[in-house]
């Protein structure tokens, strides 16, 4: 099968569990094949004749490997007619909606499991005043929550790559280290606070030793 493997075995598994067809035999798969046809039936005509789509048994045993030796490349127009008949626009909008969900936290996640994954990853750890330029750091937890920064002057950096972060690609900032923010966010990973350059910048009252008081605009 040479379709891309993930997105395609996501499919298939995103219809089985639609029409509740988890196929082993070979009546399985006719029954999947006719459950599938059915919700096709419902979508009324398309294309030049204005004609339901269908998809043929024999296409199910391909799509799904049960022949043996199959080396068979599935078309796109098979694949869109699939991915229709649970409710996608086309093949293209299920690989889309597919990679958004591949990088959402899973729901298995549970606060307590999020709160022990954030664990593995310690921004104070990161030695700042090593980094050289042109470096890159990578810093959270890729590919939910996270951020690529590039060293452009001594402790300076510009996210070159971000994903829910406070502050998006070519934000530029001082800093001296990093920490995680005390705030608990409880289906999601902690927000990231970068130490300002200067502790002693007028008319701004925080501490280090007290994270809850850093103002919002020092998070990454």
């Not at 029954?31 to 599938?36: D, P, S």
């Amino acid at each position: 099968m040479k379709n891309p493997p993930a997105e395609l075995c996501k499919l298939r598994k995103a219809i089985e569990d639609e029409f509740k067809v988890h196929p082993e035999t070979k009546q399985d798969y006719i029954t999947l094949a006719q459950k599938i046809n059915g919700k096709l039936k419902t979508l009324g005509g398309r294309g030049e004749y204005n004609k339901a789509e269908s998809i043929s048994e024999e296409t199910i045993y391909k799509v799904w490997e049960y022949r043996k030796n199959n080396e068979a490349v599935v078309s796109p127009k098979t694949l869109g007619i699939l991915a229709r008949s649970i409710d996608y626009l086309s093949w293209g909008d299920f690989i889309e909606k597919y990679k958004l969900k591949s990088n959402e936290i899973p729901e298995s996640f549970t606060p307590e499991l999020i709160e022990t994954v954030s664990a593995f990853f310690n921004p104070e750890l990161i030695d700042v005043p090593r980094i050289k330029k042109d470096e890159e750091v990578h810093i959270g937890w890729s590919p939910y929550k996270y951020a690529i920064l590039k060293c452009i002057g001594e402790y300076e950096f510009t996210i070159i790559e971000e994903k829910n972060m406070c502050n998006k690609n070519g934000f530029t900032f001082l800093t001296t280290g990093f920490h995680l923010s005390p705030e608990k966010k409880e289906f999601s990973f902690p927000d990231i606070i970068f130490e300002p350059f200067y502790d002693d910048l007028e008319d701004e009252h925080w501490t280090l030793s007290d994270l809850t008081t850093i103002p919002k605009k020092y998070y990454l």
